[in-house]
């Protein structure tokens, strides 16, 4: 059992920048794919970055300008938002899965992959 709570969310003016941590309780944090995700008013929850063993992954819109990092020795998984936009607007979620070493994509991505998920952080970016 794996145990997240984000932080670091906020409102903020387009251009600005905001981290999102989230710190896991729980054991083997290190095994585990961590992935963020995101959901805004009246949409479907989306993937916004995950990172494996092989790397980082990125949604298209926010490439360039978010980057996903671990501290396996914080049992913390970050998200740096950087150059933000009205439409990242949304609730943010990390979660933690079995990391498979699958070369999938899709298995990264998919919210199904995830067995343990956070509370979820508010982002409000103004115009």
């Known amino acids: 059992q794996v145990r997240l709570v984000e932080s670091g969310g906020g409102l903020v003016q387009a251009g600005g920048s905001l981290r999102l941590s989230c710190a896991a309780s729980?054991?083997?944090?290190?095994?585990?794919?961590l992935g963020w995700f995101r959901q805004a008013p009246a949409k479907e929850r989306e993937v916004v970055a995950a990172?494996?063993?092989?790397?980082?992954y990125y949604v298209d819109s926010v490439k360039g300008r978010f980057t996903i990092s671990r501290d396996n020795a914080k049992n913390t998984v970050y998200l740096q938002m950087n150059s933000l936009k009205p439409e990242d607007t949304a609730v943010y979620y990390c979660?933690?899965?079995?990391?498979?070493?699958?070369?999938?994509?899709?298995?990264?991505?998919?919210?199904?992959?995830?067995?343990?998920w956070g509370q979820g952080t508010q982002v409000a970016v103004s115009s």
């Open positions: 990172i494996s063993w092989s790397g980082g």
């Open positions: 729980g054991r083997a944090f290190s095994t585990y794919v």
């Open positions: 979660a933690a899965g079995p990391n498979t070493y699958s070369d999938d994509l899709n298995y990264y991505t998919a919210a199904t992959t995830y067995l343990f």
